[in-house]
């Protein structure tokens, strides 16, 4: 078991993925070929279950993507079925305080680095490992991913980044954005600022990946330049949503 994405950050290089908000284990396979390092499948926003997770996580068998999980929040109950069906990663949203980002870092690993609990009949078969050569590889490879949201969360980063176990900070920009009453003003010299301050938080500490969102592929080139390493590039919806209105706006004229 080797996680690709993770080696693929420790080397400096940046990583790309959609996050899947579609309930379909044949999207998750459709988009795992599609040169991709990751798949995030959204348990927070997105009307998905634990079965169909599961099967969606089951879908990138034998394919080079990392499948990572968004839980609804700290302390959720979906992140040991996440983790025991095979997920690689999980994110976490809205952590805002030093002990969230510690309890999100000990809830995905086994003893002594957490307290995850033993349970990983699906998760090995996913990785074709037997149970305990699961164990033994699974605190190396998993990835905790948490995702800064709100202006406190800027604020409390310096504690946050102390945190051991924390793999990936993501600057969440459509959150930062509406905190400040100013969705989706991207542009705005105060969401530009409080992002510019988690961004040079983050890539001083050099503990953690930097993570975001990109709004367009030169957006995406543009936060790889900058030193982001995790990129989250669409949602499956979105894809699916762009391509059937552009081919019916060409039909259409």
Do not use: C
């Amino acid at each position: 078991m080797l996680n690709l994405m993770k080696k693929a950050m420790s080397e400096g290089r940046p990583t790309y993925g959609y996050v899947l908000s579609i309930a379909s284990p044949q999207i998750a396979r459709l988009l795992a070929g599609t040169g991709v390092d990751w798949l995030m499948i959204d348990l927070e926003h997105a009307p998905i279950g634990v079965e169909t997770m599961a099967a969606m996580i089951g879908a990138t068998t034998g394919m080079p993507v990392t499948p990572i999980v968004r839980v609804p929040g700290v302390g959720s109950d979906l992140v040991k079925p996440a983790l025991d069906n095979g997920a690689l990663g999980v994110a976490f949203p809205q952590v805002a305080t030093r002990q969230e980002a510690e309890q999100a870092a000990l809830s995905t690993r086994y003893s002594p680095q957490g307290y995850r609990g033993f349970g990983p009949t699906y998760a090995a078969l996913r990785w074709g490992m037997a149970p305990f050569d699961y164990v033994k590889a699974a605190n190396e490879q998993m990835l905790t991913i948490i995702l800064i949201e709100s202006p406190a969360g800027v604020a409390q980063l310096d504690g946050i980044l102390k945190v051991d176990g924390i793999d990936v900070v993501v600057i969440a920009r459509g959150d930062l954005s509406e905190s400040l009453g100013l969705a989706g003003q991207f542009d705005h010299p105060k969401v530009k600022e409080i992002v510019a301050e988690a961004e040079t938080k983050i890539l001083g500490a050099k503990r953690a990946a930097l993570g975001g969102i990109a709004f367009s592929s030169a957006d995406a080139k543009d936060m790889a330049a900058r030193g982001y390493l995790f990129i989250a590039l669409a949602s499956d919806a979105a894809l699916v949503q762009r391509a059937a209105s552009s081919q019916m706006k060409e039909i259409r004229g």
